[in-house]
T-cell receptor
Framework: ETGVTQTPRHLVMGMTNKKSLKCEQH?????MYWYKQSAKKPLELMFV???????ENNSVPSRFSPECPNSSHLFLHLHTLQPEDSALYLC???????????????FGAGSRLTVL | AQSVTQPDIHITVSEGASLELRCNYS??????LFWYVQSPGQGLQLLLK??????LVQGIKGFEAEFKRSQSSFNLRKPSVHWSDAAEYFC???????????FGTGTRLQVFP
């Protein structure tokens, strides 16, 4: 496989469930990102990991918990979500070790989350 | 803080027609500028970027964009649209002194045969 792979592609969960989104990049990149994409809103950066260390957490609620066990894998653990958390969650990676406004991002196809 | 505006939410063109998608930004200096495209069911793919130098940049799939400092714009153009260009297009602005990358709300392009 090449590029950035996200699983599952679709997820429906209740407000009390615990689930995880998985992202894997096969590009040898050094930084990985979680974005939230909601209709009619700009992409929202949630988390950034560079060389497996979290470098940014944009005031994301604690019901979202990221994990980056190595430079190729990124998880987003979900717990006690709200209906307004329903969105497309995009994973991305970039080659640069230092996050910068110049970083070129390679995105996965996303995980469509529906919270009932 | 930087911001980016894509004034057109939805654009419809006929196949073979020319296309221009607008992007305006607000930033105190020359930013890094990007256009990404998102096809249905897919993630975002980089079309082109501007960092410095020639203000007219060429990208993939026959797209180009022109940086106009005086207008704070980075409009995306294509001389002849193909049906496969139907997608959502996102302009993004990166700050030179931070790691912030701000995306616009996107423009949905519909192409009629």
């Amino acid at each position: 496989e090449t590029g950035v792979t996200q699983t599952p592609r679709h997820l429906v969960m209740g407000m009390t469930n615990k689930k995880s989104l998985k992202c894997e990049q096969h590009l040898g990149h050094n930084a990985m990102y979680w974005y939230k994409q909601s209709a009619k809103k700009p992409l929202e950066l949630m988390f950034v990991y560079s060389l497996e260390e979290r470098v940014e957490n944009n005031s994301v609620p604690s019901r979202f918990s990221p994990e980056c066990p190595n430079s190729s894998h990124l998880f987003l653990h979900l717990h006690t979500l709200q209906p307004e958390d329903s969105a497309l969650y995009l994973c991305a990676s970039s080659q640069e070790k230092r996050t910068s406004g110049a970083n070129v991002l390679t995105f996965g196809a996303g995980s469509r989350l529906t919270v009932l | 803080a930087q911001s980016v505006t894509q004034p057109d939410i939805h654009i419809t063109v006929s196949e073979g027609a020319s296309l221009e998608l607008r992007c305006n930004y607000s930033y105190g200096a020359t930013p890094y500028l990007f256009w990404y495209v998102q096809s249905p069911g897919q993630g975002l793919q980089l079309l082109l970027k501007y960092f410095s130098g020639d203000t007219l940049v060429q990208g993939i799939k026959g797209f180009e964009a022109e940086f106009k400092r005086s207008q704070s714009s980075f409009n995306l153009r294509k001389p002849s649209v193909h049906w496969s260009d139907a997608a959502e297009y996102f302009c993004a602005v990166g700050a030179r002194n931070t790691d912030k990358l701000i995306f616009g709300t996107g423009t949905r392009l519909q192409v009629f045969p």
